[in-house]
């Protein structure tokens, strides 16, 4: 990792900068052979959806133009499929951009931000770099302690983050203490409530997050980048008050989302065949891996999502390597303070048996 310059802004100077995970091409140029399984960023193993990738070839004819800067036919869309008014919602390049207009809309350097610890990297690292000060409070049995993230809320809190559900363990926040979370909170607090894996989730009591908008000073996030398989092209969206669309707005570059993203999204709403596919992947995956690392004896979180965390105590390190030299990219959880764990994406199921025999010899 390059030192950052001393003529840096303050904040950046002792920041911990994002560690991506290990591109496939990396690995295949190390190993010297063609065949790695990537497990290592959440992605959708079945690929971009169909209806997306022909909606981005119609569109190349078009890329002399600039893309719409309000991505109103993307808008239009989602307002429609989800019932929430076209001024009530904002598009990112990818949902991660809008942790960032967030803080930049709403956090002022020596601002408090409270997130949970570990979670989503991003919200820390980026918080950090508009100098809040960042107060991160434990989870509780690798779950969102919402009670204790509430009592981290001072006046000086402009924004807390939600991962729901939580990468990277997979749990999630049940619509009662989600709720129990935002009743009484200061109104000078927005709550960004991250749901960037909100297709994968079957659990009755997931909130429906989108009804507290009206009410509520939230901001619900969503992406195409996990069941849409749109990883690569960055696109995103949220929903909050206009007033907070507006402020977001105001701190967004005119054309954030490219003209290829937003033809390939409005393409990828059309396709619930694929989604549906993809969440009968990682339902059948995610069945499959816990039968296996059950009768392996392997702890781990139950997930509600396309990944899982596995608790492999102080051998993690070695055994995320040991997987590496053989073709198969995991993430190792050093950097989220879990140096005893390795998360594992959901893939094919010959993937996921790929994995789970290759961890067989690892732990031989
Ligand atoms: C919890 C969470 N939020 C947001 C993102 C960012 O997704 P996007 O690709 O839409 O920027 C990720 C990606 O891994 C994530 O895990």
Same mark, same amino acid.
């Given at each position: 990792?390059?030192?950052?310059?001393?003529?840096?802004?303050?904040?950046?100077?002792? +920041?911990?900068?994002?560690?991506?995970? *290990?591109?496939?091409?990396?690995?295949?140029?190390?190993?010297?052979?063609?065949? %790695?399984?990537?497990?290592?960023?959440?992605?959708?193993?079945?690929?971009?959806?169909?209806?997306?990738?022909?909606?981005?070839?119609?569109?190349?004819?078009?890329?002399?133009?600039?893309?719409?800067?309000?991505?109103?036919? @993307?808008?239009?869309?989602?307002?429609?499929?989800?019932? $929430?008014?076209?001024?009530?919602?904002?598009?990112?390049?990818?949902?991660?951009?809008?942790?960032?207009? =967030?803080?930049?809309?709403? %956090?002022?350097?020596?601002?408090?931000?409270?997130?949970?610890?570990? *979670?989503?990297?991003?919200?820390?690292?980026?918080?950090? =770099?508009?100098?809040?000060? %960042?107060?991160?409070?434990?989870? /509780?049995? &690798?779950?969102?302690?919402?009670?204790?993230?509430?009592?981290?809320?001072?006046?000086? *809190?402009?924004?807390?983050?939600?991962?729901?559900?939580?990468?990277?363990?997979?749990?999630?926040?049940?619509?009662?203490?989600?709720?129990?979370?935002?009743? !009484?909170?200061?109104?000078?607090?927005?709550?960004?409530?991250?749901?960037?894996?909100?297709?994968? #989730?079957?659990?009755?009591? &997931?909130?429906?997050?989108?009804?507290?908008?009206?009410?509520?000073?939230?901001?619900?996030?969503?992406?195409?980048? /996990?069941?849409?398989?749109?990883?690569?092209?960055?696109?995103?969206?949220?929903?909050?008050?206009?007033?907070?669309?507006?402020?977001?707005?105001? #701190?967004?570059?005119?054309?954030?989302?490219?003209?290829?993203?937003?033809?390939?999204?409005?393409?990828? @709403?059309?396709?619930?065949?694929?989604?549906?596919?993809?969440?009968?992947?990682?339902?059948?995956?995610?069945? &499959?891996?816990?039968?296996?690392?059950?009768?392996? !004896?392997?702890?781990?979180?139950?997930?509600?999502?396309?990944?899982?965390? @596995?608790?492999?105590?102080?051998?993690?390190? $070695? $055994?995320?390597?040991? +997987?590496?030299?053989?073709?198969?990219?995991?993430?190792?959880?050093?950097?989220?303070?879990?140096?005893?764990?390795?998360? $594992?994406?959901?893939?094919?199921?010959?993937?996921?048996?790929?994995?789970?025999?290759?961890?067989?010899?690892?732990?031989?």
């Amino acid at each position: 990792m390059m030192t950052i310059d001393a003529r840096a802004r303050q904040a950046l100077r002792s +920041l911990q900068t994002y560690r991506p995970g *290990t591109p496939i091409e990396d690995v295949q140029r190390m190993l010297k052979r063609a065949s %790695v399984i990537k497990l290592a960023s959440n992605e959708n193993a079945l690929g971009p959806s169909p209806k997306a990738l022909a909606a981005l070839r119609r569109a190349t004819g078009t890329l002399h133009r600039y893309p719409d800067a309000t991505c109103r036919l @993307l808008r239009e869309q989602l307002s429609e499929k989800l019932r $929430v008014a076209p001024e009530r919602l904002i598009v990112g390049n990818g949902s991660d951009e809008l942790i960032v207009l =967030a803080l930049r809309a709403f %956090v002022d350097p020596g601002d408090e931000v409270v997130v949970a610890h570990p *979670t989503f990297l991003i919200y820390a690292l980026q918080a950090n =770099a508009c100098a809040a000060t %960042v107060r991160e409070v434990p989870l /509780k049995h &690798y779950r969102y302690d919402l009670p204790a993230m509430k009592a981290a809320v001072t006046p000086q *809190t402009k924004l807390v983050f939600i991962a729901n559900p939580d990468n990277p363990t997979g749990t999630y926040v049940t619509r009662k203490e989600l709720e129990r979370f935002l009743a !009484g909170l200061p109104a000078h607090t927005l709550v960004m409530l991250d749901e960037a894996y909100y297709e994968f #989730v079957e659990a009755a009591d &997931y909130p429906r997050s989108l009804r507290y908008v009206p009410d509520f000073p939230v901001i619900v996030t969503r992406s195409f980048s /996990k069941a849409y398989g749109l990883a690569g092209l960055r696109i995103g969206y949220g929903a909050a008050q206009p007033s907070i669309i507006a402020a977001m707005n105001a #701190v967004r570059e005119p054309f954030n989302v490219n003209s290829l993203a937003q033809a390939a999204a409005l393409g990828a @709403l059309k396709d619930a065949a694929f989604l549906s596919r993809t969440r009968a992947m990682v339902r059948e995956g995610r069945r &499959y891996l816990a039968k296996e690392l059950g009768a392996l !004896g392997i702890q781990f979180v139950p997930s509600v999502t396309n990944f899982i965390l @596995l608790r492999l105590g102080p051998r993690a390190h $070695v $055994v995320a390597e040991a +997987l590496l030299r053989r073709g198969l990219i995991v993430r190792e959880m050093s950097a989220w303070s879990l140096p005893d764990c390795i998360r $594992v994406t959901i893939g094919t199921p010959a993937e996921n048996r790929a994995f789970i025999r290759t961890l067989k010899t690892v732990l031989r």
